[in-house]
């Protein structure tokens, strides 16, 4: 019997859900402690679901022991017993407006999907490029990066 995940889209704030989802991870990060050399980093996540909705991942320096060498990008994981927070970041590396932040008791088991994509690109037209030039809310692609600044030069001449 086939189980049955949660769409990325779908998450939020209800307190009473216990979200089981099924992503890929697209991209993985540390982030040093940079006060403190000795200690552990944090870890980012960008992963993906199969309808090709984004979410961020968190795990915080004192958890990175428990998923580091569980975790690799590119693979499909089950992720359980998570916790949802609403972005408050500064620069979001995704636009869903929700994140996930690990906890030392979250699931995370390998599996097999072909169905989720190995990628996700998110195009977007020149004048939506030029308008997020001063929204600082939304990182773009080092590759766009490289055409903002391009653009943005070119505006300011």
Known sequence: MDQTFD????????SDKNWCIKVRIL??????????????PSMELVVLDKEGTR??????????????????????????????????????PTKHNMGIIFKRDT????????DIPIESFGFVQTKEIL???????????MHVGVLIVSLTSMLSA
Request: a neutral charge; hydrophobic letters at 45%.
């Open 7 to 14: 769409s990325v889209k779908d998450l939020s704030l209800i």
């Open 107 to 114: 699931l995370v088991s390998t599996a097999e999907d072909i």
């Open 27 to 40: 991209r993985m990060w540390k982030v040093p402690l940079y006060e403190k050399s000795y200690s552990q």
């Open 55 to 92: 979410i961020h991942c968190f795990i915080q320096s004192f958890y990175y022991h428990l998923f580091e060498l569980i975790l690799e990008e590119g693979k499909v994981f089950v992720l359980a017993n998570f916790t949802i927070d609403s972005k408050s970041l500064k620069f979001k």
């Open 131 to 141: 308008s997020l030039v001063r929204d600082n809310l939304f990182l773009i692609g």
